[in-house]
């Protein structure tokens, strides 16, 4: 006997009829059509299953397109290191009066920054009551007033920063996701 189709399976499980005459090896007329009428449904079946994706994943995939094109755009939005520079005492006290110089590493997303001197207004010292901003951790602000990322400083004296705008801030450390985007009324103090 041939390997027996899943379709024809399926209907021996229902109506154990023999499985020559479902296979239409009997020259029975209703054996033929019924083994006719199982075939090309469930090639329809398949075919149709294969050509058209559910209403569901049609939805997901749109949604997830629509978060990809939103994120591109967001992102797109390529920041000089003016702006930069402009966004670190906007979000932070410790960046007053500094001067920031910022040049781009990664559009968009990263910038080394060199202050011109030691922040005053805002101090972080280490044990000896040296300046120890190594790894200290400031937002950065918009025009907007909304936090948009954030700096991370890479030297004690502070005038070397590695800074991050949007989700990178989140992914670096410096930043909460809950605070991106949210509005601040002027610097930090700390």
């Not at 499985?19 to 054996?31: F, I, Q």
């Not at 199982?38 to 749109?62: G, K, M, Q, W």
């Amino acid at each position: 006997m041939n390997r027996v189709p899943p379709d024809l399976l399926t209907v021996a499980a229902v109506n154990p009829v023999p499985y020559d005459t479902v296979a239409g090896a009997r020259t029975s007329m209703r054996a033929h059509e019924l083994r006719q009428r199982l075939v090309s449904s469930t090639i329809a079946y398949e075919t149709r299953r294969l050509r058209r994706p559910s209403r569901r994943v049609l939805a997901f995939t749109l949604a997830a397109l629509v978060a990809v094109v939103a994120g591109t755009a967001i992102g797109a939005r390529l920041l000089t290191g003016e702006e930069v520079e402009r966004f670190l005492p906007q979000g932070s006290l410790a960046f007053s009066g500094t001067q920031p110089q910022c040049t781009v590493v990664e559009a968009g997303v990263a910038y080394r920054c060199h202050l011109a001197h030691t922040p005053t207004r805002t101090t972080v010292t280490g044990a000896d009551g040296r300046p120890a901003f190594k790894g200290a951790k400031f937002g950065t602000v918009d025009d907007d007033s909304r936090v948009n990322g954030g700096c991370i400083g890479l030297n004690d004296a502070g005038t070397e920063w590695a800074c991050y705008m949007g989700e990178r801030a989140v992914a670096e450390g410096i930043l909460d996701k809950g605070v991106l985007g949210q509005r601040q009324a002027g610097p930090a103090g700390g």
